[in-house]
């Protein structure tokens, strides 16, 4: 198995080292490793969503999707062990104290302005999100994304590069939906508090009201496509160092090919924009002050063997130009206190931070 995988990243360093387009990437809990290797430099696009291939999609759905074809790639497996890459393992963070009060200062008189605009009635709910740059030296990406790989194993772990674009990874725990067949799955995952290793969470009524704004919206979404939904009860579960609300959604389709319907349905979800959500992206495009560009956008393969499975990009970082651009935002409603939600959004840094 060491051989197998020692070959997979050869594979990856290689189309990095000469600029073609790759993306490689671990579904939960899974030890199967997949990526696909362009055959070109092309910067293509997704036309339709009965392509087979893997999206890599933006978070203002406006916006092109950029699509590696199962045709036009090379589609490469490799089964892993984590312990290959244990001695990787880091605990700590080096940039934990690498924030600034202007920063802080600039979040909190942002997360206040949506807390005033929804107590004025005009939103439910509103994420609001920032970036931190970190600068770096002598960074190996491979190292960076095996650490991922060993540390979050109950997330959906990629490394997606285009020379066009860039250079994006993550471990999001979020997906956004999955089909197979007839049958559709999804969660409605949202409230955030620090991971404490032994100790029941106790959620507050903020955080179960904005992880309830969530799950009814993708019932009254998804309600037209399906014959019968399941919605589960909320539980709890791990995401890093923190910990969030999930309720698993399912049901089956009336009738096949709505994938495109269901995405657009979808996304964005309550859970990275807000309700209504045509008001929350109004209001995150005019006052956030920065391009969200991937940041809660969306990506995973589509029609693989009559199964999709994509994933909202949370949790997530942009390499350029000796710097890791990290992604971090929080859910704002009424009960929202702006410090608080400053503080989440550090603890939500820490994710990739671990890794650098």
């Not at 004025?120 to 999100?129: C, E, F, M, P, Q």
């Not at 009201?209 to 709890?236: G, H, M, W």
């Not at 995401?239 to 994938?259: C, E, F, K, Q, Y």
């Amino acid at each position: 198995m060491q051989k197998e995988i020692t070959s997979f990243f050869n594979k990856v360093k290689q189309a990095y080292d000469l600029n073609f387009p790759f993306v490689v990437f671990r579904k939960p809990n899974e030890k199967l490793i997949t990526g696909y290797f362009q055959n070109s430099k092309e910067l293509n696009f997704l036309s339709s969503f009965s392509e087979q291939g893997f999206v890599f999609a933006p978070f203002d759905k406006n916006q092109k999707k950029i699509f590696f074809s199962k045709d036009q790639s090379t589609k490469i497996t490799s089964e892993i062990s984590q312990e290959e890459f244990k001695d990787l393992v880091v605990t700590s963070s080096i940039f934990k104290d690498n924030l600034n009060e202007t920063s802080k200062e600039n979040h909190i008189q942002l997360v206040q302005k949506g807390i005033n605009f929804i107590n004025k009635g005009n939103a439910k709910k509103i994420v609001l999100s920032r970036k931190e740059h970190i600068k770096i030296q002598d960074l190996d990406v491979f190292d960076v994304y095996k650490k991922m790989l060993y540390n979050y194993q109950n997330a959906f772990v990629y490394l997606w590069y285009h020379p066009s674009i860039g250079l994006w990874m993550g471990a999001t725990p979020e997906r956004l939906l999955s089909v197979a067949d007839s049958t559709f799955k999804t969660m409605a995952l949202a409230g955030t508090q620090l991971n404490e290793k032994g100790v029941n969470s106790v959620w507050k009524d903020k955080e179960q009201q904005e992880q309830k704004f969530v799950t009814d919206f993708i019932f009254e979404s998804t309600k037209p496509y399906l014959n019968s939904i399941k919605i589960s009860a909320p539980y709890t579960v791990e995401a890093g160092n923190v910990v969030h609300i999930r309720t698993d959604i399912s049901g089956d389709l009336i009738s096949p090919n709505l994938l495109s319907e269901l995405v657009s349905s979808l996304h964005p979800t309550p859970a990275i924009c807000g309700l209504p959500k045509a008001i929350a992206t109004e209001f995150i495009l005019k006052n956030e002050a920065y391009n969200r560009s991937y940041y809660s956008g969306f990506l995973g393969e589509i029609n693989n063997e009559n199964s999709t499975e994509l994933f909202v990009n949370l949790r997530c970082m942009e390499l350029k130009n000796k710097e890791a651009v990290i992604y971090i935002g929080g859910g704002i409603t009424k009960d929202s206190i702006a410090e608080n939600e400053w503080k989440e959004t550090v603890a939500k840094s820490k994710v990739m931070k671990k890794v650098l």
